[in-house]
C-alpha cells in the first residue's frame, strides 16, 4: 500500500521559516515526479512547487518563487519543501502528491498518489 506521510507544518509568525517532509512508502517514486499542493480555507487546492525524479527540474507557483525550494532524497524516498519569508497567505493544509510518470507534475490532474497533509499557519 502506498503512503505519504507529511510531517513538519506547524504555527509560525509572519517571516518566519518551516521545512515540510514527506515521506513515502509502499513504492519507490526515484523515478517520477514529486510535489507539494495547499488547500486554503474556502478555497480550491492549487499547485505550490514540484520537481523531476532527478531534483534537477523544478516548477514554482509564483506566488512562492525565491522563498520555498523543493527538494527531495531519493535515496531516503522524502520529498522536501523549505519555506522562508512565510506569510499569512501562505496559510494552507500543504499536500505531498506524486505521479507514475516522469513528466513534472503541474496540475491535479498529474497526481496518482496524495498524502492526507500537515496545517500550516502563518499569523501576523
Known amino acids: 500500500q502506498v503512503q505519504l506521510v507529511e510531517s513538519g507544518g506547524g504555527l509560525v509568525q509572519a517571516g518566519g521559516s518551516l521545512r515540510l517532509s514527506c515521506e513515502a512508502s509502499g513504492r519507490t517514486f526515484s523515478s517520477n515526479s514529486m510535489a507539494w499542493f495547499r488547500r486554503a480555507p474556502g478555497k480550491e487546492r492549487e499547485f505550490v512547487a514540484a520537481?523531476?525524479?532527478?531534483?534537477?527540474?523544478?516548477r514554482y507557483a509564483d506566488s512562492v518563487k525565491g522563498r520555498f525550494t523543493i527538494s527531495r532524497d531519493n535515496a531516503k524516498n522524502t520529498l522536501y519543501l523549505q519555506m522562508n519569508s512565510l506569510k499569512p497567505d501562505d496559510t494552507a493544509v500543504y499536500y505531498c502528491?506524486?505521479?507514475?510518470?516522469?513528466?513534472?507534475?503541474?496540475?491535479?490532474?498529474?497526481?496518482?498518489?496524495w498524502g492526507q497533509g500537515t496545517q500550516v499557519t502563518v499569523s501576523s
Open positions: 502528491a506524486a505521479s507514475r510518470t516522469v513528466a513534472v507534475i503541474t496540475t491535479t490532474l498529474n497526481v496518482s498518489y
Open positions: 520537481v523531476a525524479w532527478s531534483g534537477a527540474g523544478t
